[in-house]
């Protein structure tokens, strides 16, 4: 059974750093590629980055490259999400999600995890 538990959210001021975790107990990683997506109220769930399973070949949203970087273990069955240089627009919910497919749309990410609140004051 696929489960997927993120961890590392928490409120921070602009500039400072956060990593975020995503576990699978299932021990679902092998094969799939990951990915990490926000949302924030009102607004649709948007893209952040994802990594390939194979070979940590990565994609980055404009919004984000250059500050975030995404990385798994796929032995320990964790992903990572490291964000530096966090800007107020950040502040969103994190969710991590499982695609057999390279992507960044929503749709294409069979399970997901329940999502971690990111804060980031000015």
């Known amino acids: 059974q696929v489960q997927l538990v993120e961890s590392g959210g928490g409120l921070v001021q602009a500039g400072g750093s956060l990593r975020l975790s995503c576990a699978d107990s299932g021990r679902t990683f092998s094969g799939y590629n990951m990915g990490w997506f926000r949302q924030v109220p009102g607004k649709e769930r948007e893209f952040v980055a994802w990594?390939?399973?194979?070979?940590?070949?990565?994609d980055y949203a404009d919004s984000v490259k250059g500050r975030f970087s995404i990385s798994r273990d796929n032995t320990k069955n964790v992903l990572w999400l490291q964000m530096n240089s966090l800007k107020p627009e950040d502040t969103a919910v994190y969710y991590c999600?499982?695609?057999?497919?390279?992507?960044?749309?929503?749709?294409?990410?069979?399970?997901w995890g329940q999502g971690t609140q990111v804060t980031v004051s000015s």
């Open positions: 990594i390939r399973w194979s070979d940590g070949r990565t």
């Open positions: 999600a499982r695609s057999r497919w390279l992507s960044r749309i929503v749709g294409n990410y069979d399970y």
